[in-house]
């Protein structure tokens, strides 16, 4: 089985900085894209941010000069710094990996983390 775990959300001011965190642990043979989403009250989940193994980070437009996601291979973890957030960002922010795991083929799954919410306001 494979888990992330996230960490890092909470309450700041328009025009602050958060950074959040997310681990993936477990039964993994390789991480593949890591990403983080989001999701606002009465929206759909939403992409935010997505890094390959190879690949350039990918960004919402929303989120374009103000978001950076980075990565650590070699502890499967991702950051997302978060710089000149406004009140729009603000959701519930989710950690999603794809995951080879377990044993021989090393089946491929798809992963969430539970959740950290972001709340921006004055």
């Known amino acids: 089985q494979v888990q992330l775990a996230e960490s890092g959300g909470g309450l700041v001011q328009p025009g602050g900085s958060l950074r959040l965190s997310c681990a993936a642990s477990?039964?993994?043979?390789?991480?593949?894209?890591m990403g983080w989403y989001r999701q606002a009250p009465g929206n759909q989940r939403e992409m935010v941010a997505t890094?390959?193994?190879?690949?350039?980070?990918n960004y919402a437009d929303s989120v374009k000069g103000r978001f950076t996601i980075s990565r650590d291979g070699a502890k499967n973890t991702i950051d997302l710094q978060m710089n000149s957030l406004k009140p729009e960002d603000t959701g519930v922010y989710y950690c999603?990996?794809?995951?080879?795991?377990?044993?021989?083929?090393?089946?491929?799954?798809?992963?969430w983390g539970q959740g950290t919410q972001v709340t921006v306001s004055p």
């Open positions: 890094i390959g193994n190879v690949t350039a980070a």
């Open positions: 477990g039964s993994i043979f390789a991480v593949n894209t």
């Open positions: 999603k990996a794809f995951v080879r795991s377990g044993t021989f083929p090393f089946p491929l799954g798809v992963y």
